[in-house]
């Protein structure tokens, strides 16, 4: 709260003074025992506002007040298998040890191994030595954490200072001492949750953006992602922007949706349609940059593959469409906060099963 008066303080005292043209002031007549030259002041038709800078004047002829005016830190993406899921570049400690984390908004632990770690999965990635750096705290509380895929770690809790995209705060951190056998083949060394602090393994535990939030360090409390698909764009240019929204990845305005329940970034979806024809369907659903699926219940499942021509119920692989449909320009909509997002059913049409009858898995 401090931090917030402070910044709307001297946004407010900037505007005030870029209302009040100087020409149009009243010239002072009160002083006829001194003379001297009336200099005329104009305004710079050229001037731009910089609060950044405005702050850091500020702060370095007050010292004492020390105003924080925050800033953003961005990260790019490596996309994975295709579309399969997105990773980025974490520092830990001091000096910074580099870790490559899978951004997951279905879940808020941040973990990757600990140096005394010997499963197999811990081996193939890069592990946190704590010996080594100088601004690790031990924590001493007990950590673990299972995933929808069946996958898990556990291990123990620590505190060190966490860096993305330049955006530095003291973190807890679960340091994974067992992981399950899942994680060899996984790319990534471990998981960077962005989801609320409700849904941390061990509770009282705060989130990355809690603690940024709070220590003043983003400009804007917002975490913007933008995934890209191998189909659409070739894949590249993905990105994690922390404390802004990066306005080059879309057209148009944002649409803003509640959260219906914290934990996950849980939203209402008001319908599903195709070809611009409602299919009667709403729920609950999650927004998990954790995966590229979209995962429906049965009754929704049924409504959507309907009215796809080929589509089957496979009981192993579950609903399959043909790969054809990859070339497909029809649409399937959700509708959240009033608005539909359109997801390509080519997009649907994820993986070919291999056994050469020409059926994709949808997802």
């Not at 580099?98 to 193939?124: E, N």
Request: proline share 5%; hydrophobic share 35%; net charge negative.
């Amino acid at each position: 709260m401090k931090i917030t008066a402070l910044l709307t303080l001297a946004a407010a005292v900037l505007a005030i003074a870029d209302a009040s043209p100087i020409a149009h002031r009243r010239p002072h007549h009160k002083a006829p025992h001194h003379k001297g030259h009336v200099v005329q002041m104009t305004r710079n038709p050229h001037f731009k506002h910089n609060v950044k800078a405005q702050m850091a004047k500020m702060n370095k002829r007050y010292p004492g007040i020390n105003i924080l005016s925050g800033s953003s830190g961005t990260v790019p993406l490596t996309n994975v298998n295709p579309d399969l899921e997105y990773y980025g570049t974490v520092s830990v400690g001091t000096p910074a040890q580099k870790f490559t984390l899978d951004f997951d908004t279905g879940s808020s632990d941040i973990w990757f191994p600990s140096s005394t770690c010997t499963t197999d999965g811990c081996k193939k990635h890069t592990q946190f030595d704590s010996s080594k750096s100088s601004t690790f705290k031990e924590d001493g509380r007990s950590w673990q954490i299972s995933y929808g895929d069946s996958s898990s770690a556990s291990g123990i809790l620590g505190t060190d200072v966490v860096s993305v995209g330049g955006i530095s705060v003291p973190q807890t951190i679960g340091l994974a001492t067992d992981e399950s056998d899942q994680f060899g083949s996984s790319p990534e060394d471990g998981l960077f949750g962005l989801g609320f602090n409700t849904i941390e393994s061990v509770s009282g535990v705060k989130t990355f953006m809690d603690n940024a939030i709070a220590a003043g360090v983003l400009s804007q409390p917002v975490v913007s992602v933008f995934l890209p698909s191998v189909r659409r764009n070739g894949g590249t240019g993905g990105e994690y922007v922390f404390g802004d929204i990066d306005s080059t990845k879309f057209d148009g305005s944002l649409t803003y949706v509640p959260v219906t329940k914290q934990g996950y970034w849980q939203v209402a979806i008001g319908d599903i349609s195709a070809g611009g024809k409602s299919l009667g369907q709403s729920s609950e659903g999650i927004i998990d940059t954790g995966t590229t699926l979209i995962m429906v219940g049965d009754a929704a499942a049924q409504a959507i593959h309907g009215g796809i021509q080929g589509s089957k119920n496979d009981p192993q692989n579950g609903w399959l469409i043909p790969c054809s449909l990859q070339s497909s320009t029809d649409n399937i909509s959700f509708t959240m906060g009033g608005t539909p997002f359109n997801v390509a059913v080519a997009d649907l049409a994820y993986e070919d099963v291999g056994d050469g009858s020409g059926l994709c898995v949808s997802g």
